[in-house]
């Protein structure tokens, strides 16, 4: 049986990737080669994933001194939500062409949401 899209069988090594840290130091998949590792994809905007951010906590406390490592990804997409926010203006901000400031506001929001991973 093939596992669900998405999963990979155990033993199965993952597809090597390059990504970068809110520093802008390089991560990559294979540096985590032999250890659990979980992705966490998700965006400001998205709604479920902000949903799972408490589960995904308890899941790192529940881990915490395990070979476990979970890594959260995303990326720049042009606008930034911020479900905290008190008027429609903060809500959604357009920020096509402003990577710098969409990362410092996902520093924020990062922070804002309590995102340990």
Request: net charge negative; charged share 25%; glycine share 8%.
């Amino acid at each position: 049986d093939a596992p669900p899209v998405g999963l990979l069988a155990a033993g199965t090594a993952a597809p090597d990737f390059v990504s970068h840290d809110l520093a802008g130091a390089p991560v990559r998949i294979s540096d985590y080669r032999g250890r659990v590792l979980i992705l966490d994809f998700w965006a400001t905007w998205c709604g479920p994933c902000i949903a799972s951010f408490p589960k995904i906590r308890e899941l790192q406390e529940r881990y915490a001194g395990y070979d476990v490592v979970i890594l959260g990804a995303t990326s720049i997409q042009g606008s930034h939500s911020n479900p905290k926010a008190t008027t429609r203006e903060e809500r959604r901000i357009d920020l096509k062409g402003q990577p710098e400031r969409e990362m410092e506001l996902m520093k924020e929001f990062i922070a804002s949401m309590e995102m340990t991973w």
